[in-house]
């Protein structure tokens, strides 16, 4: 049984990002539930843009890079083994650096697949192929360290408990609920809709829905007078990075939610291990999206024009708002995950 059993549609790994028949299908979550469409990929630099372009977010992107590197081995297939290597090596920089403040933790997925990729050609074999395996070996692996995380976190949660997110925390946020729903806690969610992709309203709530669990919508200046009439017990996220100094840089907004919760004694469980790559919140560049993207909402201008936008993607929320990261290794404090690496 594979590690993606009894999660929803978003959550399936062939519903993220595939390789089939030469070319590369993601599911485009900027109109998704809307619409069901898989944007086909034919090569790897198509991949980085839509990654770039917003088509996949969250954790799609590292799939999407990992699949979009077997692109690339299908594409330079029939050249010389040197000259293949050398090919992966340009595609695997073009895949990590098409978002910024993700391109370290991007870098592990396409080094990954390059020495799968070399193993492979070393021994005559598809180089296409072994980065596939690679992929669905790092999909299982990951699905299973974060099955570990969403119990620890359900134990967080009060018995029929209301719980705040931010943005789309994927399959944090599925294991979250598989885990809630095997201990019988029918717990309720509030859900901001996440601006201007309104990644909460279309992907967050469409989980927590087909999942069977409570979910209600709410604006993104809603939460801290929500926690307040919805009587949240527990604000929880994901992350992008989350910085070896406990800082936790996730969708912009996270960190005016976190301010709230603190006012109101509700703790927040950032979900994911650290990065050793980012030691401290200095090493994370934030990403910087055109300004003309808060300018429209789902394909439609909303300001006058010459009215400026200003967009970043990302912001960064310190350790002192942070009740604890709840990693595959337990719940750790955010001034503590130096000793992530010490246990077992």
């Given at each position: 049984?594979?590690n ?20 590369v ?10 619409k ?15 990654i770039r ?11 999407a ?56 050609i070393?021994k ?36 029929d ?27 309720k ?54 910085c ?22 509700i ?5 994911g ?50 009740g604890?990261?709840?990693?595959d ?16």
């Open positions: 049984m594979r993606d059993h009894n999660l929803a549609f978003l959550l399936k790994y062939e519903n993220i990002a595939r390789f089939e028949n030469g070319c299908y993601i599911l485009d979550r900027r109109i998704y539930p809307r069901k469409v898989f944007v086909r990929c034919q090569t790897h630099g198509e991949v980085a843009a839509a372009d917003m088509v996949t977010q969250s954790y799609g992107p590292f799939q890079a990992s699949v979009g590197m077997s692109l690339a081995a299908h594409e330079c297939r029939e050249l010389p083994a040197k000259a293949q290597l050398d090919y992966l090596s340009r595609a695997a920089t073009v895949l990590a650096t098409a978002r910024p403040t993700t391109e370290k933790k991007m870098r592990l997925i396409t080094d990954g697949a390059e020495k799968a990729a070399a193993f492979a070393a005559g074999e598809s180089a296409t192929k072994a980065i596939l395996d690679y992929t669905l070996k790092t999909l299982e692996d990951k699905y299973a360290r974060i099955a570990k995380i969403g119990h620890f976190l359900a134990e967080k949660i009060p018995k408990g209301t719980v705040m997110t931010q943005c789309y925390a994927d399959c944090d946020l599925g294991m979250m609920l598989r885990a809630c729903r095997e201990r019988n806690n029918d717990i969610l509030i859900v901001p809709e996440t601006r201007p992709y309104l990644q909460g309203a279309r992907l967050t709530a469409s989980v927590i829905y087909d999942m069977g669990f409570d979910v209600t919508l709410i604006t993104d200046n809603m939460p801290a007078f929500a926690m307040l009439q919805k009587h949240v017990d527990v604000f929880t996220t994901a992350a992008d990075v989350i070896m100094d406990g800082h936790v840089v996730n969708k912009v907004g996270t960190y005016q939610i976190a301010i709230a919760a603190k006012r109101h004694g703790p927040y469980y950032c979900t291990n650290p990065n050793a790559v980012h030691p401290a919140i200095a090493t994370v560049k934030i990403e910087q999206r055109n300004p003309e993207e808060v300018l429209h909402a789902m394909g439609r201008r909303t300001a006058k024009k010459g009215v400026k936008g200003y967009y970043p993607a990302f912001d960064i929320t310190p350790p002192d708002l942070v604890g990261i709840v990693t290794k337990g719940i750790l404090g955010p001034y503590e995950l130096q000793n992530y690496f010490f246990l077992d």
